[in-house]
């Protein structure tokens, strides 16, 4: 893993997808996910890098906050886009937590999407905020399984019990399963243990960017060799009607376990 030290010019930046502002107080993520959409873009800006393998560490992003949040107009704050806000570089660097405590100051909307428990350490600051919602990503519940999608992330029993250590504190929580994969997500026992942790539930397909695709693959050619025709047909061939089945699926299991949903695909 190479580890950089750089100078942000900005740390607020508009965002279309999330109609809000996303922060990143660092660049890359040592999750590893292999199907991370991020492949794509990293190809292209930083073609000599290899995901997964570098991080740079937003240093100034605090002071650079500072002067953003009294001249841009007040709007939600999505963590993060680019990285996992609480990647293990955070404990030591502390980013995320200083540039929280200066939204915090000023009461901005913040939006926290992560993969790691250790979002629980500033489960009080996050807390104190007027608005705020805190989401997990989840696509699998077995830990094996797990272990080879997202070999960095939290086990998915550490999430789920943040989930629920979140929400039992009053805070706003969510999941995002996303990617969700054929023949490895099991979307009716992820909805079963998502009862009484979360107050809905976002769900979007897998993006087949020939970088994402050929990432999957090599991750499922070692372990899953006879998934890879099936996952093939389904989202390649079959993608609308595979697509159309997922959304009525989806819609019975909302009902079914009276969890709201917002299906972005």
């Known amino acids: 893993m190479t580890i950089k030290l750089i100078q942000a010019k900005s740390i607020l ?15 890359g993520c040592p999750h590893g996910c292999v199907y991370c ?15 997964g393998q570098f991080m740079e560490v937003k240093i100034n992003a605090p002071e650079v906050l500072e002067k953003e949040v009294v001249r841009k107009p007040k709007n939600e704050v999505f963590f993060s886009t680019i990285t996992d806000a609480y990647n293990p570089l955070e404990q030591k660097y502390q980013i995320t937590q200083k540039c929280l405590k200066i939204l915090l100051e000023h009461q901005w909307p913040v939006n926290i999407l992560t993969k790691s428990d250790l ?10 905020f007027k608005q705020k919602e805190v989401g997990f990503s989840l696509i699998n519940l077995d830990p094996k399984i797990a272990k080879i999608l997202e070999p960095g992330a ?4 550490k999430k789920l019990l943040a989930l629920q250590t979140l929400h039992q504190a009053g805070i706003p929580t969510y999941t995002f399963i996303g990617p969700i994969i054929p023949y490895l997500t099991d979307l009716p026992l992820i909805f ?13 397909t897998f993006n087949t960017a020939p970088a ?28 609308r009607i595979y697509e159309n089945n997922l959304h009525q699926e989806i819609l019975k299991l909302s009902q079914q376990f009276h969890l709201p949903i917002k299906i972005c695909f």
Do not use: H, M
């Open 212 to 239: 994402n695709w050929q990432n999957f693959k090599n991750a499922l050619e070692p372990n899953f060799p006879e998934l890879i025709p099936k996952c093939q047909e389904l989202l390649f061939q079959k993608r």
């Open 13 to 27: 930046n508009q965002s279309k997808a999330f109609q809000s502002y996303t922060l990143n107080p660092y660049s």
């Open 37 to 51: 959409y991020n492949l794509q873009f990293i190809q292209q800006f930083k073609p000599d890098q290899k995901w």
């Open 119 to 128: 979002v629980l350490r500033d489960l009080e600051l996050i807390k104190s």
């Open 192 to 204: 079963k243990n998502l009862v009484g942790k979360v107050d809905k539930v976002l769900l979007d």
């Open 154 to 157: 939290s086990l998915p029993e």
